[in-house]
């Protein structure tokens, strides 16, 4: 017979709107306990985020609504929870994290916060799919869940284990990997060389947000394919429009807080004038902290002309003189998608952890 969970209140945090003068004491807390969560999982602070650069994500936004709660036992704040859920017309996911410092693991209060909160909100919003992201450091003495797409791996490790118990099963397997940014220049030239030769009567736009209007309808285009598009194995994507005011939205997301900067990347077919691949890199208010470079996305009828490389190189070498300070560049790529994860340990990414992504359906 299991121990009965430990004694802890669900605190909802205030989110914060853009015309706020001073952030939310609930959301500076949140943001707080987020980075201490990482730095366990992690080992290292590269991941921190300030409140200030957090904010925007949270904003009001009609695409998704978003939740979040303390995890507080007695006066100190252990953990957080999120619960996102998409405003597409018949949309049945949702999508959530969780995240509990480690002294406080093993006394129930995840598969309490799990039942009381995440499944509770999924089901009050009509929604019978929950989907996750679990971040798995690698532990080569830790017995091993194959992803059911084919490819990669994850440790049997304490999330994987909480994911079990709770009844989702392993659906995909995300490789993370870094490029060391300091030396990586030359090869990088010489590989967007090589691409630009392959890609005949195409040519590279780029452009620092916000987006030009000449580009933002492609560009929605395209973002509108990532949830279709992209290796998805047996997670559920819904099919989300995208128009110019998401995308001026979108924007505002990358540019997170004071000082942050994104550079997309396109790759335009010259006789269509149609803009068919892209990449985004993005910085945050530390000049000198880790690029994260997010989507990437070649149309499915302009794949074979070695657009990936194409674009993920141009903007690799544009962001030089954008964060020149910054040391890394981090990506997240699922096991499945081969052309990508060529593309980019061609470039120099190596895997540096893994998340795995889990899915239940509630009854």
Known sequence: MSAPAAAVDFVPVTLPRESDDALPDTFLAMTRVRNLALREVNGSAEE??????????????????????LVRRGDEVIGRIGV???????SRTAFWFLEILAAHHGLGIGTRAHAE?????????????????????EDRDATRIDSPAGLGSIPRDHAARFGERNGYALAQVMRRSALELPGARSRIEALLNDAGDAA???????WEVPTPAEYADDYAWMKSRMNTDAPAADLEWDEEPWDAERIARHDATLVRGTGGRALVTAAQHIATGRLVAFNELTIQSDPAGITSQQDTLVLSEHRGHR???LVKCAGLLAWGDIAPHSPRVVTYNAEEN??????NEAIGFVPVGFEGAWKKVLE
């Open 200 to 206: 005949v009567g195409y040519r590279v736009v780029q």
């Open 338 to 343: 081969r052309p990508m994860l060529s593309v």
């Open 48 to 69: 921190d985020q300030t409140p200030e650069d957090l904010a925007p994500l949270f904003h009001p936004d009609p695409d998704e609504l978003r939740m979040l709660w």
């Open 307 to 309: 657009l990936g490389m």
């Open 117 to 137: 909160i995440i499944e509770s909100t999924a089901r009050a919003h009509g929604r019978s799919i929950l989907q996750v992201w679990t971040l798995h450091p």
């Open 84 to 90: 996102d859920l998409p405003q597409v017309e018949g």
